[in-house]
């Protein structure tokens, strides 16, 4: 990730971490691995497909973006328009809650704005996360 990217990526962060961090969703809202998705959300957001999809493992790039490639992901987020995810409140994720499996996996319970929720796995790679997979409520 270049530098800009990785400045980018912090402001995003830093940005969300103050965006609907209320009570509503809990004292987890900003822990880190809730921040990693909402940081892949904000990317995605602003059509930013590498920032976006350097937050993925292999395996997040196939079962959140449902692509078989970083290259594929990359393509399919900056062809979204950007504010694909807005919502008229501005919150673009509800996180419900965040499960810790020792210090190198998380599960963050979210629900993106208008669509339907569901559970994001977020692991530590080489010193950071990344999300991991998505397992949706509907089944």
């Not at 009570?23 to 880190?32: C, F, L, Q």
């Not at 059509?47 to 490639?69: D, F, I, N």
Request: hydrophobic residues 40%; negative net charge.
């Amino acid at each position: 990730m270049s530098w800009r990217a990785a400045g980018c990526l912090l402001v995003a962060v830093a940005f969300l971490a103050g965006c609907g961090s209320g009570s509503s969703e809990g004292e987890k809202a900003n822990a880190p691995a809730a921040l990693t998705v909402r940081a892949f959300y904000a990317a995605a957001n602003r059509s930013a497909g590498p920032e976006a999809c350097a937050l993925l493992t292999p395996r997040g790039v196939k079962q959140v973006v449902h692509v078989s490639s970083r290259g594929a992901c990359v393509d399919t987020i900056n062809g979204l328009g950007p504010g694909s995810f807005s919502s008229k409140s501005g919150e673009l994720l509800h996180i419900e809650g965040v499960d810790e499996h020792g210090t190198e996996a998380f599960d963050v319970d979210a629900q993106l704005q208008g669509k339907s929720g569901g559970t994001y796995t977020v692991v530590k790679r080489s010193g950071q996360l990344l999300i991991d997979g998505f397992e949706s409520d509907e089944g």
